[in-house]
Every structure is written in structure tokens, then in C-alpha cells.
């Protein structure tokens, strides 16, 4: 509390990020960043656009970028908005999408925990919806709500923290159900293993994908993320936006995602080893007498029935080794592991089996 701040402020339940200390030898497996580093044309293509021409504002629109997410996904580039990091593009999502008087948002009550935080800054009704007890989302609780319809539905597919994917004709059964409600799907993990909804775009108005060019495409630090869909929808992004901030993307940022995009061979080599690798950890944590529930992420979430959650991750950290707990009631006794290098996996395993023994 401060008084020099807007009545708001104190009231706001701010974003708990997962930590980057700066230690040596330390095994960050803690926020999903992608250990494989992003692609050296990504990185060539920063280098040569650092130098004068940085002395002018970047494209406010993004054109080139947008093209060529267009271009990947077989879309129109008017379906496609990009944001500092899909953080920002959610912000505005919920600023621009979700603000209905007399209507209410749903989402799971097990997610990516920032939407709760933009329900608070946007003073957003929100009805959380429960996961079943196997940790999925069950369709037929989105298709199924009477009365007024929903201001809006969002989920992460593959879910967050759970990494458990839902199938194509699931999302499709959520928007057929709310032709008047906008679905925004958070494909964050998608490309380790999911099916994306953004075939599905030129069926349905009402669905927005959203992406992000930190996992998959190793460039958390550059923060680019995109939505696509309906160009209704982007016009509405785009409204808020320029209400806010029109230049979101620095240059560097543009000419390096771009980069990104074009390196198909690149990403795909990387997803399908940490794909691997995902499955060796999976198999080592089970051997380890852990529960870790399906992933199709670059992530597991998995639980040991005799050690306690948080006391693990403790001990993990005192081996300078980093993996996520959330205090939540229904996972507390989870922790969520990035899937590394083969190399950093078995080094996870090993200290787990000293501390599990
Ligand atoms: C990592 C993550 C994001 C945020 O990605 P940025 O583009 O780095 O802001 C969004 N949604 C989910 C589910 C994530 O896990």
C-alpha cells in the first residue's frame, strides 16, 4: 500500500515468475526454457541488423512477421497479431476479449496461473471449471453451459502445469458449442507434441490460438508471441494495442523471429530431442517409483507417493538443481520438471535417486 498509488494497485495478485539465479553450474529445469538455444540464422540475423538503422522506430505492425507466421500456418497475415512475449498478447486478449458486463469467463480451475492474474488487473468474473480427477479437461463442461453465453473460454493445450494435451475434436466440439464466445486455445507447448487448433481456424470465427516463440523456438529472451485468428478478433486486438503500446516489437526481435520461423530443419531437430529425452525422463521418474502424468509438452508433472512435493524440490535446490513447485491445493504434491538435454535429465535422475533412497 502506498499512497501515491491508483486504487487499484494494492489489490492486484501479481504474476509469481520462476526464478533466474545466476549461479554456476546451477540445473535450471524450472521454467521451461529450451536448453538447445535458438537458431544461429535467428542469431545471424540480429547481428546484422544491429547498427544504424536502429536509430529508427521498428515496424509498428510487425508486417514481415506476421507474413510469416501467415505463411507457416496457411492463414491470411490480417489473422495474426504479435505481442512483446504471448504474456503480452494474453494481457490483451483478456483486456479486449473477456470485459463483458453480465457474462463470465471459463477456464480450468488447474492452469497457466498468469490468467487469474489478468482476471484480477481487468476485473474479469471468472468461473473456474475442474479438472477431472485424472488431471484432464473434460470438454463437456464447456459445451454444455446454459444461460447466458460464456464472455469467454481459455485453456492451454497442452495444458499447464499438467502437460496432458487434448484432442482436435474436442477444442472443435468447445467452439461449435459457443458459436458467440470467443475460445482463445494457448498452444504454448504445442509443437512437442500436440495437435494445433489453427487448422481449424478457417471453420470457426470464434477460435484465437495463441503462440509463443520461447519454448519450441528457444527465444524466451527476445519476447515474441503471436495469436491467430479470425480477423474480427485481431481487429480487436489491434484497437487495444494501439491504445497501449504500437511499437510491442523492438526490430531485432522482428528480423530474429522471422529467422526462427524459416529454420524449419532446426526446429525440428530440437523439439523431436527434447520429445526424446521427454520420454527417457518419463521412464527413468516411473523407474523412480513416481506418477508423472502423460506429457506432450516440454515438461513433466509428476509426484512420488512417499516424499513430499515441496521437500523434494528443496532438496533438488540444495544440489543446485531447479524444478517448479506450486503451492496450489489439488498439485502441491507435484513438481514440474523442464525436459533438458539427455545429459541434464540423467543428472536430475541420479541426484533424485540419492534423495528418494
Ligand atoms: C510460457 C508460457 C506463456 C508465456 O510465454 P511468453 O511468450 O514467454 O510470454 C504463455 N502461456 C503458457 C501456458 C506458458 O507456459
Redesign the pocket.
Known sequence: MSRFWSDHVSSLSPYVAGEQPRVPDLLKLN??ENPYGPSPKALQAITQAVGNRLRLYPDNESKALREAVAALHGIDAAQVFVG???????AHVFNGLFRRAGRTLLMPDV??S?YRTYCVLYDIDVQLVPLTDDFSICASDYTLAGGNAPAGIIF?NP???TGIAMPLSDIEAIARANPDTPVVV?E??VDFGAESASTLLGQYDNILV?H????SRSL?GL???FAMGSPEIINGLNRIKDSFNSYPLDSLAQVAAVAAIQDTAYFDSTRHAIMQARQVLIKRLAGLGFDVLPSAANFVFARHPHHDAFGLSQALRERNILVRHFENQRIDQFLRITVGTPEECERLCINLAEICQ
Open positions: 521454467t521451461n512483446n512475449g504471448s504474456d503480452e498478447v494474453l492452469t497457466y498468469f492451454a495444458n499447464a502445469p494457448d504454448a507447448y495463441i509463443t516463440m520461447s519454448k524466451a519476447r515474441v508471441g
